[in-house]
């Protein structure tokens, strides 16, 4: 009788456990399946966060001159200081990127230049602010001894960042050839000396940064190194919500006498013309320190693309008797006078240039006409080395 009990109480022991260990395999099967989705989640997310970390490369070349570097980027340590990853969907989780660009070569014999930099930095830093979320990038277009110094340099201005900021170099050499074949034939026009000289292509990398940048990047502001701001730089990057249908370029006019100068023949054979006249009737052409590059309106735009080319270039110069030596800056003063309705006309006050040149040469009794600016200044540019005022 015992050993019958025995053998009943194995019986039981086993149904039990037959039963226990199917509630375990569904239990256990459904918090694998919900693991499984949250990871899903998590590598999508990364997977979307690596893939805009690289939007700031404007070429295939800069990404592998990159990785080629000795050492890691300031804009590598600063995003390894700051990546984390949370669970949620990619979309959830995507930054918002704020791009700005400036031009960085030759700084490494330049000591002024690196001076101007580091006041363009820290005051921009100082005033910056961005929400959580928000990256600003700052692109740098270098040669590699200046790319050397701008690191060191960047490690320590970036110190004191209070927001996410990336950093990105790029190769000059590398952009010089892609932009030398679309540029070749308006150098001649606003070049400085005669003839067309390959270095100077780098010069319009603002008239055709939407052919050479990755679509994925829509918006960029470029920036001249001789600024001090006085703002929030994101309060810039909201004067793309104020261009008008069709502006493609949001730019400040030029608050000298500059153009008046230039088109000097097209004036005295159009007696008539607001050609070089100052504001607010005038049309006194354009400043390049600060730019704001819708590059996917500029993609769009067929009557821009359509001034890129060599022929239309010919006939805007030979109609405006045209020739000038500011690069970028001549060629959007030009188009400019022909089709206004491609830029967006910044307030003096992101653009308070502070050269007064032409005053003692020629045009002081209409300087003032350029020259003033009323309101608070956001910000100030030192152009032809004029000191920028303290705080």
């Not at 109480?9 to 199917?22: D, E, K, P, R």
């Not at 690289?54 to 592998?64: E, I, R, V």
């Not at 700051?82 to 990619?90: E, F, H, L, Q, R």
């Amino acid at each position: 009788m015992a050993r019958v009990s025995t053998v009943r109480y194995y019986q039981l022991v086993l149904v039990i456990a037959a039963a226990l260990a199917v509630v375990a395999f569904y239990s256990l099967g459904s918090d694998r399946q919900n693991f499984s989705s949250t990871t899903k989640r998590i590598k999508e997310t990364h997977a979307s966060h690596n893939a805009n970390m690289n939007d700031g490369d404007l070429s295939s070349d800069t990404n592998a001159e990159q990785r080629g570097s000795k050492a890691a980027s300031v804009g590598e340590a600063v995003r390894m200081n700051t990546d984390s990853i949370n669970v949620g969907t990619a979309e959830e989780q995507r930054p918002r990127y704020f791009h700005a660009l400036m031009m960085f070569t030759k700084v490494d014999t330049n000591q002024a230049f690196q001076q101007k930099f580091q006041v363009a930095m820290r005051s921009m830093l100082k005033h910056a602010r961005f929400e959580d979320g928000e990256v600003l990038t700052l692109h740098f277009v270098s040669d590699e001894p200046s790319r050397e110094i701008g690191e060191k340099m960047l490690e320590d201005l970036l110190q004191g960042a209070t927001f996410r900021c990336e950093v990105s170099f790029h190769n000059v050499k590398v952009l010089t050839e892609k932009l030398f074949p679309i540029v070749e034939a308006m150098q001649k026009h606003f070049s400085a000396g005669s003839g067309t000289y390959y270095s100077d292509a780098i010069f319009f990398l603002s008239v055709a940064m939407h052919r050479i940048m990755p679509a994925e990047i829509k918006q960029i502001v470029q920036l001249d190194l001789d600024l001090k701001y006085r703002t929030n730089i994101r309060e810039l990057f909201e004067q793309f919500n104020q261009f008008p249908a069709g502006a493609v370029i949001g730019i400040a006019r030029e608050m000298q006498p500059v153009y008046r100068h230039t088109f000097w023949a097209y004036r005295r054979e159009n007696p008539d013309s607001k050609v070089g006249d100052p504001p607010p009737g005038g049309s006194p052409g354009f400043n390049s320190g600060v730019m704001l590059l819708d590059l996917e309106a500029m993609r769009r735009s067929e009557p821009y693309n359509q001034l890129l080319e060599p022929r239309s270039v010919g006939r805007l110069a030979d109609k405006y008797r045209f020739q000038g030596h500011l690069g970028d800056q001549d060629f959007f003063t030009m188009i400019g006078m022909e089709h206004p309705s491609l830029f967006h006309v910044l307030d003096c006050a992101w653009n308070r240039q502070l050269c007064t040149w032409w005053k003692d040469h020629g045009y002081g009794d209409v300087f003032q006409l350029y020259y003033h600016c009323q309101g608070p200044v956001k910000i100030y540019h030192g152009n032809c080395n004029t000191p920028i005022p303290d705080d």
